[in-house]
């Protein structure tokens, strides 16, 4: 009878749909960052009306695949980021932005 229940329990946790309050829980992380995260893309989620729910196996798979470990052990987006399309003017005066001086 223990062995299934702890089976019943096992089953609830591989296919679970959670709130941003238990899933805040589970990551260690505020409500307001999984927000903030909803809003960036960084985590999958259904709204369901005024309901949003995570499915828990969906978001640690979505997390595993594009986020990575840092040296440092932060947490960093696994995208490689485009270069910044105006740059700052390099030192030499020379690039985007350099005064002219031959007036």
Not at 26 to 54: A, C, M, N
Not at 66 to 71: E, I, Q, T
Not at 90 to 96: A, K, N
């Amino acid at each position: 009878m223990e062995n299934q229940d702890q089976a019943k329990a096992g089953a609830a946790t591989t296919d679970e749909f959670l709130t941003k309050k238990e899933v805040a829980a589970r990551l260690k992380v505020t409500e307001r960052t999984i927000e903030r995260w909803q809003h960036d893309g960084y985590l999958p989620y259904l709204k369901i009306s005024t309901v949003i729910l995570f499915h828990w196996p969906e978001t640690v798979a979505h997390l595993k695949a594009h986020f990575k470990v840092g040296r440092n052990g932060n947490v960093r987006p696994g995208i490689i980021s485009t270069p910044h399309p105006n740059p700052l003017p390099d030192r030499t005066g020379e690039g985007i932005g350099a005064q002219r001086r031959d007036a």
